[in-house]
């Protein structure tokens, strides 16, 4: 059975620190790994990784994909109190004839003044 | 462009009862899938539908259920409901082709919050 851990569970930081986010996974047939942010209720989509795009970065938000050791972390820098939600890490993995996303519990973010 | 939307929002059922949650996609996307989520439990893949048929499916009972119409919408129905099946329901769609896999993310709703009591 797939299987996605995340960690923390949950952690609080000051503004301005930086965070990282690890995601370690255990998949058959591996397609890809995402990252979402879910602030209340849907989770909206961070960064797509995979074989041939293994690091990705978005302003104070970068990722990257280590296939070797079947995990990935997520950076956050200069940590704002907009930060402050669940990312949640989900790894695509190919059944056949289509694929299927399997999420970590995920990591609770929240930043402090 | 509009974004994924689910209705309900909230729902209050009680035990033994049915419910039947919907799910409209982005225009053009055809792939929704449907989870479960709980704090203890996370986001839990029930089951995803293409082009009207059921591709995939995750470990929950029989009493999930789901469908996909033509215009790609998608309902997702529980029967006899017990205390557990409390959770926040979402519902994602993404654009996929059935030729050709390609790597894509999938949008989220904003769930249906349901309670059984």
């Known amino acids: 059975e797939d299987k996605v851990v995340q960690s923390p569970l949950s952690l609080v930081v000051h503004e301005g620190d930086t965070v990282t986010l690890n995601c370690s996974y255990e998949v058959t047939n591996f397609r890809s790994l995402l990252w979402y942010k879910q602030e209340k209720k849907a989770p909206t989509f961070l960064f797509m990784l995979?074989?041939?795009?293994i690091e990705k970065k978005s302003g104070r938000l970068s990722s990257i994909l280590d296939k070797k050791e079947l995990s990935s972390i997520l950076n956050i820098t200069a940590t704002q109190t907009g930060d402050s939600a669940i990312y949640l890490c989900?790894?695509?993995?190919?059944?056949?004839?289509?694929?299927?996303?399997?999420f970590g519990t995920g990591t609770r973010l929240q930043v402090t003044l | 462009k509009a974004g994924v939307t689910q209705t309900p929002r909230y729902l209050i059922k009680t035990r033994g009862q049915q419910v039947t949650l919907s799910c409209s996609p982005i225009?053009?996307?055809?792939?929704v899938s449907w989870y479960q989520q709980t704090p203890g439990q996370g986001l839990q893949f029930l089951f995803e539908?293409?082009?009207?048929?059921?591709?995939n499916k995750g470990n929950f009972p029989g009493r999930f259920s789901g469908r996909q119409f033509s215009n790609s919408r998608s309902e997702m129905n529980v029967s006899t409901l017990e205390l557990g099946d409390s959770a926040l329901y979402l519902c994602a769609s993404s654009l996929r082709s059935d030729a050709q896999f390609r790597n894509t993310e999938a949008f989220f709703g904003q769930g249906t919050r349901l309670t059984v009591v």
């Open positions: 989900a790894v695509e993995a190919n059944t056949g004839t289509a694929s299927k996303l399997t």
């Open positions: 539908y293409f082009s009207e048929t059921q591709r």
């Open positions: 225009s053009g996307h055809r792939s």
């Open positions: 995979t074989s041939s795009g």
